[in-house]
Nanobody
Framework: QVHLVESGGGMVQTGASLRLSCAFSGRRPFSAYAMAWFRQASGKEREFVAAIHWKPGTTHYADSVQGRFTISRDNTKATLQLQMTDVTPDDTAIYYC????????????????????WGQGTQVTVSS
């Protein structure tokens, strides 16, 4: 069983920066899981934001956040981060941390079907 807890959300203005964190706990080590961030805006479907494999250097991003957001992980502390910069109102959503055991190609990770475990989410609101 895996437990994920997101934190760091809040209300910011356009152009600001925000750092989300996700604390992982589980029977298997954090490094056994590929991690991802998804988001869901009110009235919209959930969408992929970013993913990172067990090896911290392997990452994937949605086109909409490429160059503005950075996903990272600390396997020693079992935490996942999402550094958000230059945010816009389009980034307003509930952000979810998700974990999938092992490895999967980007196509699978970005659909959300690979990830078995999900956090409760943290709200990010960007005002204009």
């Amino acid at each position: 069983q895996v437990h994920l807890v997101e934190s760091g959300g809040g209300m910011v203005q356009t152009g600001a920066s925000l750092r989300l964190s996700c604390a992982f706990s589980g029977r298997r080590p954090f490094s056994a899981y590929a991690m991802a961030w998804f988001r869901q805006a009110s009235g919209k479907e959930r969408e992929f934001v970013a993913a990172i494999h067990w090896k911290p250097g392997t990452t994937h991003y949605a086109d909409s956040v490429q160059g503005r957001f950075t996903i990272s992980r600390d396997n020693t502390k079992a935490t996942l981060q999402l550094q958000m910069t230059d945010v816009t109102p389009d980034d307003t959503a509930i952000y979810y941390c998700a974990a999938g055991e092992g490895w999967a190609p980007r196509a699978s990770m970005s659909t959300g079907r690979f990830q078995k475990y999900w956090g409760q989410g943290t709200q990010v609101t960007v005002s204009s």
